[in-house]
């Protein structure tokens, strides 16, 4: 059975940072696409990053040059690395994964309601 547990979100004052993780359990993180979302309170799902099965990588246009996303394959995790987090970060933060999402389409913005696996979230909040 595959799951995702996520982990490392936290409050933090704007300019901050935090690194979040993602276990995957059950089955080879380098076999699927992965990804990072996002949902603030009131607003719309927002993909904020991808890493493929070669860990090319994608990012959101309001996190890139801040955020960072990365594989370890030893110990079957993802991390998002936030740096100089502001207000508008904050929102539950959530890995996902798809064995059936081809490499093209992972790192173009694949829409979330194609990714099977969800992880439970992890809370991030960036306050003044």
């Known amino acids: 059975q595959i799951q995702l547990q996520e982990s490392g979100g936290g409050s933090v004052r704007t300019g901050g940072s935090l690194k979040l993780t993602c276990r995957l359990s059950?089955?080879?993180?380098?076999?699927?696409?992965m990804a990072w979302f996002r949902q603030a309170p009131g607003k719309r799902r927002e993909g904020v990053a991808t890493?493929?099965?070669?860990?090319?990588?994608n990012y959101a246009e309001s996190v890139e040059g801040r955020f960072s996303i990365s594989r370890n394959d030893g110990l079957n995790t993802i991390h998002l690395s936030m740096e100089r987090l502001k207000f508008e970060d904050t929102a539950m933060y959530y890995c996902?994964?798809?064995?059936?999402?081809?490499?093209?389409?992972?790192?173009?913005?694949?829409?979330?309601?194609?990714?099977?696996?969800w992880g439970q979230g992890t809370p991030v909040n960036v306050s003044a």
């Open positions: 996902a994964a798809d064995p059936t999402i081809s490499d093209a389409d992972c790192l173009h913005r694949v829409d979330g309601s194609r990714f099977r696996y």
């Open positions: 059950g089955a080879t993180i380098n076999a699927k696409c």
């Open positions: 890493i493929d099965r070669d860990a090319l990588l």
